[in-house]
């Protein structure tokens, strides 16, 4: 059964640096075509591909937020960590990870997601 | 703006049949037999509906379906249900950096 996770802190001030971390079960981010997502979603709005992590670590990122966004992963602990910097308040938005597969026709789609995590940026 | 145009909304009445339309380019929709729906209900995280243009993940119901002409996708949902109504999402595997491109979304509403 895979599981995906989200955790990180609900509120950050402008030009700070986001930190947050998706602990998943049921599958190896090492395991071939095996890849990782985060989207995310302003109140009231459509979804947003931010970056994508895969197996062999190629990763991927929306060429919008290229500049501020690093992803990397932990295989022995079954994370993986976004970093967005200089968080403005029009970031706000519930941030999503999201269980991806490379190979075939489900390349870009995301078959299992988070609960999602709502991060609210606010002096 | 999104990459790929969805219209804001559609209705229809239980048991009928409604089809929601996702236009890309040719850099993505129109040249990738890669393309995704999500139902999102308010509240709740988005679920893999349709991948790969018309491939339904195990437990999804065979009322939804997907198809592609040029460079549209769409699904089509027949015998709606109540529990239908949501927001729905497409989305497709661009060759650009992008490579994972969201329409703006559609809400279903059953009447």
């Known amino acids: 059964q895979i599981t995906l996770k989200e955790s990180g802190p609900t509120l950050v001030k402008p030009t700070q640096t986001l930190t947050l971390t998706c602990t998943f079960s049921g599958f190896s981010l090492s395991t071939n075509g095996v890849g990782v997502g985060w989207i995310r979603q302003p109140p009231g709005k459509a979804l947003e591909w931010l970056a994508l992590?895969?197996?062999?670590?190629?990763?991927r990122y929306s060429p919008s937020l290229k500049n501020r966004l690093t992803i990397t992963k932990d295989t022995s602990k079954k994370q993986m960590v976004l970093t967005m910097t200089n968080m403005d308040p029009v970031d706000t938005a519930t941030y999503y990870c999201a269980y991806s597969y490379y190979f075939d026709n489900k390349r870009g789609s995301f078959d299992y997601w988070g609960q999602g995590a709502l991060v609210t940026v606010s002096s | 703006q999104s990459a790929l145009t969805q219209p804001p909304s559609v209705s229809g009445s239980p048991g009928q049949s409604v089809t929601i339309s996702c236009t890309g380019t040719s850099s993505d929709v129109g040249v990738y037999n890669r393309v995704s729906w999500y139902q999102q209900p308010p509240g709740t995280a988005p679920k893999l509906m349709i991948y790969?243009?018309?491939n339904r993940p195990s437990g999804v119901p065979d009322r939804f379906s997907g198809s592609k002409s040029g460079n549209t996708a769409s699904l089509t949902i027949s015998g709606l249900q109540a529990d239908d109504e949501a927001n729905y999402y497409c989305s497709s595997y661009t060759s650009t950096s992008t490579h994972v491109v969201f329409g703006g979304g559609t809400k279903l509403t059953v009447l």
């Open positions: 992590l895969y197996w062999d670590d190629d990763k």
């Open positions: 790969g243009v018309n």
